[in-house]
């Protein structure tokens, strides 16, 4: 129907590219790739080794993945992220990273007595950004910037099983506002919006980045600690008080709701389920409103 050279031109007309990989990584062909708003140009690579023009990380990636499909006889599909600069010898097109799908076909002849793929690279970075944006609207509370209560929920869960596998201690820190209702009744809510919004922003400068800071609801929040024990967790559940009343009494508010009250539960063995653990920590967060709020508690374990 086509004539070789009409085929040719066809080819080289895909917008997205198409390189012919061989298994030792050279780079045996590349065909099409025109639209240069998403695409670099390629052309200098061909007859080079991916171990010539990318770094040994990516290259050793690259060649897993041609390997892989190769050995499954199928399409594999990947995903992966490159940045212009990551590979040496391309030419014009975009300057930010890319995100790729790459779809890697093996093929059904050798080339230069070696086996081969067809990889064509699909710029999926648009995709990608609104995926990890989806994700950020579900796990993130926009108000504080925390954490929500679903994803802390979800690295409860995660942290429980790793903590009855390896009996590494974990900590549960929940925590509360004094008198909040006080505070909007009188200065209103957009008032106590800022408040939660100015707890959240001393949560995050606070909490190690291993722990897990989320607003739990209304004025609740919570402060997830792996490998730390109830010593460790109450000193860092004060520091956060001291800190968060300090900020508070900074804020010009009638010096109505300036403190938190804070509940802190370490996992047991003897601990069934999640609630277990949260239960044990609102019972010290009452203890601690009890007291005369402004303090942390823990219960004491039978
Ligand atoms: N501004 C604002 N207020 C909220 C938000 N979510 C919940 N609240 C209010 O937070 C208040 C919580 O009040 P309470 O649970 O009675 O607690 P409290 O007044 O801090 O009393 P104690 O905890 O006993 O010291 C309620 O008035 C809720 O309406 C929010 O997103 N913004």
Redesign the pocket.
């Known amino acids: 129907m086509f004539s070789l050279k009409q085929t040719q031109a066809i080819l080289t007309a895909l917008p997205d590219p198409v390189f012919i990989l061989t298994r030792s990584g050279k780079y045996a062909n590349i065909l099409g790739g025109t639209d240069t708003r998403y695409y670099h140009n390629g052309s200098a690579l061909i007859g080079r080794f991916f171990s010539e023009v990318l770094v040994a990380e990516k290259a050793n990636w690259f060649m897993q993945q041609i390997a892989l499909a190769l050995q499954s006889g199928q399409m594999l599909v990947v995903e992966y992220q490159l940045a212009g600069s990551d590979v040496l010898g391309l030419e014009d097109g975009p300057d930010e990273p890319i995100w790729f799908e790459g779809r890697i076909q093996p093929l059904a002849f050798q080339i230069d007595g070696e086996d081969a793929v067809l990889w064509v690279a699909s710029n999926i970075t648009a995709r990608h950004q609104l995926q990890q944006r989806l994700l950020h609207l579900s796990e993130v509370d926009e108000?504080s910037h925390l954490y929500n209560r679903r994803k802390l929920r979800s690295q409860l869960d995660s942290q429980f099983s790793l903590f009855h596998r390896h009996q590494t201690p974990c900590s549960l820190l929940v925590f509360?506002?004094?008198?909040?209702?006080?505070l909007?009744d009188a200065c209103g809510?957009p008032t106590?919006?800022c408040v939660?919004e100015a707890v959240g922003r001393v949560c995050l400068q606070t909490v190690r980045e291993e722990d897990l800071a989320a607003r739990y609801g209304?004025?609740e929040f919570a402060v997830l600690m792996p490998h730390t024990n109830t010593q460790q967790a109450w000193s860092l559940a004060d520091r956060l008080r001291r800190k968060i009343q300090h900020v508070l009494l900074q804020m010009d508010l009638p010096q109505i709701?300036t403190s938190i009250?804070g509940g802190i539960s370490e996992f047991l063995p003897s601990d069934e389920k999640v609630e277990t653990i949260i239960q044990r920590a609102d019972r010290g967060l009452y203890m601690a409103?009890n007291l005369g709020?402004n303090r942390i508690c823990c219960e004491h374990p039978d």
């Open positions: 108000l509360d506002l004094d008198f909040f209702k006080q909007n809510h106590g919006d939660i209304g004025d709701c009250s409103k709020r």
